[in-house]
């Protein structure tokens, strides 16, 4: 094998073969031996072994001529007589890595793309802009402020080369309808928080409730005991179970983490607690995911949810 930074020499005298084992008794191996005469050797050695080499034959029956360089050294000595070429070369690799650190292009993807456009304020306002540094702190920042969208469940800001991708996916619920009469629980779940500005409560916080089930009424009841109809203005949060399985052909860190985003996603909502078991099962593996997620609901909160 030629040496990654080499030379290649050629040695002339009786019996070449005797002066390959003095260099090797030397410590100095030869590669790419070719016998270019019946008393002419052409080899390789390493570049730093040349000095040493000329040393040995100083005052001996060889002829020791460096012929040509091999390997980098070539290429070295190639870009010192084209300067121009050297500089060139390494001014775009100093641009290529720069432009690296830099963000020039922002894309939205995902189910909740709709909010592209707040989604760049806000990466704006976490200083992330086309033609700005990135800075994984920044996107980190960010995360958490596209996270507070209405709706959104999952988000991530990723970069790959110079264009910051934000992905951003919503709950399949449908919000509550404008001008409802009341407030309907979407889930079974946990009453987590109740909120009631106009309506009558029908649920504590701390109580389980069935999906369908009115969390505030579309009424008042008035000091004599009268029913008032009026469109009720609330918000509840509860906490739902979701359970799902997922199968895999290898039980894995990868595997158990997959089936957890993918349950998340599944489930809607803000997840507030998630575990997995494994079990085998006819030469597979099922993963049981278990998660809670916090559902937000609101009626007559223009937006709210």
């Given at each position: 094998?030629?040496?990654?930074?080499?030379?290649?020499?050629?040695?002339?005298?009786?019996?070449?073969?005797?002066?390959?084992?003095?260099l090797?008794?030397?410590?100095?191996?030869?590669?790419?031996?070719?016998?270019?005469?019946?008393?002419?050797?052409?080899?390789?050695?390493?570049?730093?072994?040349?000095?040493k080499?000329?040393?040995?034959?100083?005052?001996?029956?060889?002829?020791?001529?460096?012929k040509?360089?091999?390997?980098?050294?070539?290429?070295?000595?190639?870009?010192?007589?084209?300067?121009?070429?050297?500089?060139?070369?390494?001014?775009?690799?100093?641009?290529?890595?720069?432009?690296?650190?830099?963000?020039?292009?922002?894309?939205?993807?995902?189910?909740?793309?709709?909010?592209?456009?707040?989604?760049?304020?806000?990466?704006?306002?976490?200083?992330?802009?086309?033609?700005?540094?990135?800075?994984?702190?920044?996107?980190?920042?960010?995360?958490?402020?596209?996270?507070?969208?209405?709706?959104?469940?999952?988000?991530?800001?990723?970069?790959?080369?110079?264009?910051?991708?934000?992905?951003?996916?919503?709950?399949?619920?449908a919000?509550?309808?404008?001008?409802?009469?009341?407030?309907?629980?979407?889930?079974?779940?946990?009453?987590?928080?109740?909120?009631v500005?106009r309506?009558?409560?029908?649920?504590?916080?701390?109580?389980?409730?069935?999906?369908?089930?009115?969390?505030?009424?579309?009424?008042?009841v008035?000091?004599?005991?009268?029913?008032?109809?009026?469109?009720?203005?609330?918000?509840?949060?509860?906490?739902?179970?979701?359970?799902?399985?997922?199968?895999?052909?290898?039980?894995?860190?990868?595997?158990?983490?997959?089936?957890?985003?993918?349950?998340?996603?599944?489930?809607?909502?803000?997840?507030?607690?998630?575990?997995?078991?494994?079990?085998?099962?006819?030469?597979?593996?099922?993963?049981?995911?278990?998660?809670?997620?916090?559902?937000?609901?609101?009626?007559?909160?223009?937006?709210s949810?």
């Amino acid at each position: 094998m030629t040496p990654l930074f080499g030379v290649r020499m050629e040695l002339a005298g009786a019996a070449p073969l005797r002066a390959l084992e003095k260099l090797a008794a030397a410590g100095i191996r030869v590669r790419d031996v070719r016998k270019t005469g019946p008393a002419r050797l052409n080899f390789c050695v390493k570049s730093k072994e040349t000095e040493k080499i000329f040393a040995i034959f100083a005052r001996s029956c060889y002829t020791v001529t460096r012929k040509e360089s091999v390997g980098l050294t070539r290429a070295a000595a190639f870009l010192r007589r084209r300067p121009g070429i050297l500089a060139g070369a390494l001014a775009a690799l100093a641009l290529a890595a720069a432009g690296d650190l830099f963000v020039l292009r922002v894309r939205v993807v995902g189910s909740a793309s709709r909010y592209a456009a707040r989604a760049e304020e806000i990466l704006a306002e976490a200083g992330l802009s086309p033609f700005s540094l990135y800075r994984a702190e920044a996107a980190d920042a960010a995360e958490a402020a596209l996270l507070s969208l209405p709706g959104v469940v999952f988000a991530s800001v990723g970069k790959a080369g110079c264009v910051l991708t934000v992905t951003l996916e919503e709950s399949a619920e449908a919000p509550a309808p404008a001008q409802a009469s009341a407030l309907v629980a979407p889930r079974a779940g946990v009453v987590e928080e109740l909120t009631v500005l106009r309506g009558t409560p029908l649920a504590a916080e701390g109580e389980s409730v069935a999906a369908g089930r009115e969390l505030v009424g579309g009424y008042f009841v008035t000091e004599e005991g009268e029913r008032r109809p009026t469109p009720a203005v609330a918000r509840c949060s509860l906490l739902c179970g979701y359970e799902a399985e997922f199968v895999g052909a290898a039980d894995s860190e990868q595997f158990r983490a997959r089936s957890v985003a993918a349950a998340r996603l599944r489930a809607g909502g803000e997840l507030v607690s998630a575990s997995c078991t494994v079990r085998e099962r006819a030469g597979s593996y099922v993963c049981a995911v278990s998660l809670v997620v916090r559902v937000r609901v609101a009626v007559n909160l223009g937006g709210s949810g």
